[in-house]
Every structure is written in structure tokens, then in C-alpha cells.
């Protein structure tokens, strides 16, 4: 058997040490000692970008957001279900994760950032989204762990009122935000419906026909007949679900 070996390193925000592995064909991710991705765990990665764009099936153009490269599976499920003629913004923070993605890891996806409906920005993606509104037909957040952040406590901002809010700003009518998590998380599920969505929560596998381990993926829009079938709803109070879906005097079309 092939030794596991180190082939990149680099620095988070936090100034913690992300570190790239292979081993064999494999390959993972770790902050600071800890997992964060691997290439065999990756079905919730294609669940995010399934669920996220159900509603576009059959759209001849849509503009769409993913929130996060990682190893590039959402990414690439994306791409497989858009149209030819649709277009797929990419906001990665780490420099460090796009160059990983074109030198090592782009084999796992047929080297996804090569497609031309590809825009790959870099930078914050709060800033990115706060500055698109009523721009995307989709938003596909698998940004550090989910709302728990891991990688970097910067994080909350996406995370927190006024990431959300950006995001719902920044979709058009009948758009749907998925938000990836490796935890469920009831203060969130609270925090999407306050900012005026209909949400589904989706439990999903981290490998493919394995219930051992499983992510979530939550699915919001303002209509909740856009929202995938199936799903549960969110866990907060009742009244918390009416304030928050009649408060709608904070997004401008």
C-alpha cells in the first residue's frame, strides 16, 4: 500500500495550516489536523449542486453562484445539469485551492475550470454576493464547514444576517439558495426563515449508497413551490416561520 504524502500546504486567514494530501489516486484536505474534504467523500458535494438547481431543469440560460471550489464536485454536477448556454460564477477565497485545483486535483472532474461557462473570481464572497443583486437563478454555498466554521472564523459574515440577506438579495425571483453543512443547525434554519425564505433541510450521504455518514443541505427560496420535493421543515417556532416569511419589505426587485 502507498504511503499517504503531503504534496501542498498553505495558510488560512486564521493563519492555521490547510494541508493537501494524496495517497494513491486519493486525495484529502486537512485544517490544522483536522479533515475537512476528501475525494471519496464527495456525493454531498453532487447532492448541493442537484438539489440547488432542480429548479432549472429544462432553462435554456441561467446565471448561477457556487460559493466555494473545494475539489470541484459541486462544480462539475453543475456544469453537467446546466445548459450550454448557462453561466457559472465561482468565488474561492484561497488562492492556494484554485492552483491545487488546475495542478492536482483537476483530474478528479474532467478539469472543470477549463469550461467556458466558467468565472472564476477570487476574493471575499460576501463582497461578491453583496454586489450581484438580482443577479443569480441560483446560489450554492459549501463555503469551510457550514455554518460552523472550521477553516476560518471569517466565516460567520457569509453565515450570519448579513450574508443571508445578501444572498437573498442577490437572487432572481424564483432562485433558490442551497447551503452545504456537515452539521444541522436550528439557529440557521431560524436565521434563513427570518430573512423571508421557505426552507426544506435535506439529509444527504457523504458516500455514495452509505447512510454511515451524512451532510445536510438546506434549499431556500421566497416561493416554496421552487423548493426540490421531499426534505424537512425547518425546526423553529411557528410563530418565528410567519414573522419571517411576511417581512419582505427589505428586498428591493
Not at 450550454?84 to 486535483?105: I, M, T, Y
Not at 468565472?119 to 461578491?128: C, E, F, M, P
Request: glycine residues 10%; positive net charge; aromatic residues 8%.
Amino acid at each position: 500500500m502507498k504511503p499517504r504524502r503531503k504534496i501542498a500546504a498553505a495558510r488560512t486567514p486564521d493563519g492555521g495550516e490547510m494541508v493537501l494530501y494524496q495517497h494513491d489516486r486519493d486525495f484529502s484536505i486537512m485544517i490544522n489536523g483536522l479533515d475537512l474534504m476528501h475525494s471519496r467523500r464527495h456525493e454531498s458535494e453532487l447532492e448541493l449542486a442537484r438539489l440547488g438547481c432542480a429548479h432549472l431543469a429544462g432553462r435554456k440560460a441561467s446565471t448561477i453562484l457556487i460559493g466555494g471550489l473545494g475539489m470541484g464536485y459541486t462544480l462539475r454536477q453543475a456544469l453537467d445539469l446546466l445548459s450550454p448556454h448557462a453561466k457559472v460564477v465561482v468565488g474561492e477565497l484561497l488562492d492556494s485551492v484554485v492552483q491545487w485545483n488546475r495542478e492536482f486535483l483537476g483530474e478528479l472532474n474532467g478539469y472543470p475550470l477549463e469550461d467556458e461557462r466558467v468565472d472564476l473570481k477570487t476574493g471575499d464572497i460576501v463582497d461578491l454576493i453583496s454586489r450581484s443583486k438580482n443577479r443569480f437563478d441560483a446560489i450554492l454555498l459549501d463555503i469551510d464547514n457550514g455554518p460552523e466554521a472550521m477553516s476560518d472564523s471569517g466565516n460567520s459574515r457569509l453565515y450570519g444576517y448579513e450574508g443571508i440577506l445578501a444572498c437573498y438579495r442577490a437572487l432572481r425571483k424564483h432562485g433558490c439558495l442551497a447551503v452545504w453543512s456537515a452539521k444541522p443547525s436550528k439557529e440557521f434554519e431560524h436565521l434563513l426563515v427570518s430573512c423571508g425564505f421557505h426552507v426544506r433541510r435535506y439529509r444527504v450521504p457523504a458516500h455514495k449508497g452509505k447512510k454511515s455518514q451524512s451532510h445536510f443541505v438546506w434549499v431556500a427560496s421566497e416561493d416554496e413551490i421552487f423548493l426540490p420535493p421531499g426534505g424537512g421543515e425547518p425546526r423553529v417556532p411557528f410563530k418565528n416561520k410567519s414573522k419571517g416569511r411576511h417581512k419582505r419589505s427589505h428586498k428591493k426587485r
